[in-house]
C-alpha cells in the first residue's frame, strides 16, 4: 500500500460498539500494520472506532474474520464486531442467513434473525474460576472467565457509581493478566435483566458495549441464579440479549451498518 492510497471501508455499529470494515477478500491490507490502524480508530484524526474488522476469505468456511482493537493490537475474538460482519457478510452472499466463519479464538456460527437481528453462538466459555479476581476490586460477587477474551466480572449496587477509568484500568493492568483482562461491572435491575458497563483492554476505557463481556455477566449472573435461560443485558449504547439455550448460548442484537467512505493516506 503505497502512501498514496485510499482505504475504501464500511463503518459498522453493535449496540454502540463501532467499527471499521474492510473488504479484504483480495489480501489488499495487512492486519500487522499496527499504526495505520491505529491512525484510522483515532476519533480526532481518523475514521473513529473501537476497532477494525478484515473481511477474509477461507477455504473451509462462509469467511475468516481478523479482529484489531483501537490499539492496534490483534485480539482473538469480538462478540459484537462478529455480529457486525455477520451482517456485512450477508450484504456479499444476499442469500445466506447462516454463516460459519473462522477467527482466531476457534470457529463460531452466528444467523441473520428475520427481525434483522444477529444471533451469534459463543463457542467459548471456558477458564472459570481460573484467576481469583476477587482481591482486584474487593467485592463479594467477582468472577474470572475466558468467552474468547478474558473478562473480571464485578457485581455492584449502582453501575452509575463505579468509578469505571479507575476500577477498570486497576483490573485491565493488574499483573496477574499476562495479556490484561477486561473489566465488567454489574447492577441487577429485574429478574433476568442487568444493567452493564465494562472497560475494555485495547481501547483503553468505557465502550458502549461488549459482547464478550455481556456473555461473561450473563454467565457469571447465572452462577447465582441458574433458573434464568433468556437475560436482557442493558448497556450505554443500547440492548443486548443473551440465551442459554439446549448448552450453547447465544448473543443476540442489532448490528448496523452506518456509513461507507474513503480514507486517503
Known amino acids: 500500500m503505497t502512501m498514496s492510497a485510499k482505504i475504501s471501508f464500511d463503518k459498522y455499529c453493535g449496540t454502540g460498539n463501532d467499527f471499521i470494515v474492510l473488504d479484504n477478500r483480495t489480501n489488499s491490507f495487512d492486519p500487522k500494520d499496527s499504526k495505520l490502524w491505529q491512525r484510522l480508530c483515532d476519533r480526532r484524526f481518523g475514521v473513529g472506532a473501537d476497532g477494525v474488522l478484515f473481511f477474509n476469505t477461507s477455504e473451509e468456511y462462509d469467511f475468516e474474520m481478523v479482529y484489531l482493537n483501537a490499539d ?136 458502549l458495549a461488549c459482547g464478550t463481556g455481556a456473555v461473561a455477566c450473563a454467565f457469571a449472573y447465572r452462577k447465582l441464579h441458574k433458573s434464568v435461560d433468556v437475560i436482557d443485558i442493558e448497556v450505554p449504547g443500547g440492548e443486548l440479549q443473551i440465551i442459554f439455550e439446549n448448552e450453547k448460548v447465544y448473543l443476540c442484537g442489532k448490528a448496523l451498518k452506518i456509513f461507507s467512505g474513503v480514507f486517503e493516506l
Open 72 to 207: 492496534g493490537g490483534e485480539v482473538g475474538m469480538c462478540g459484537n464486531g462478529a455480529r457486525a460482519l455477520t451482517s456485512f457478510a450477508k450484504k456479499i452472499q444476499f442469500d445466506k442467513v447462516e454463516f460459519t466463519f473462522k477467527t482466531r479464538d476457534g470457529i463460531y456460527s452466528s444467523e441473520v434473525l428475520k427481525s434483522g437481528d444477529i444471533k451469534l453462538e459463543m463457542s467459548r466459555l471456558d477458564e472459570v474460576g481460573a484467576i481469583d479476581v476477587s482481591d482486584i476490586i474487593p467485592n463479594e460477587n467477582s468472577f474470572y472467565m475466558n468467552t474468547g477474551v478474558p473478562h473480571a466480572v464485578y457485581f455492584v449496587n449502582s453501575v452509575s457509581e463505579v468509578p469505571l477509568e479507575e476500577w477498570g484500568s486497576k483490573v485491565r493492568y493488574d499483573e496477574r493478566f499476562t495479556e490484561g483482562c477486561n473489566a465488567n461491572f454489574v447492577q441487577v435491575i429485574a429478574d433476568g435483566k442487568l444493567k452493564v458497563r465494562t472497560y475494555e483492554r485495547g481501547v483503553e476505557g468505557e465502550t
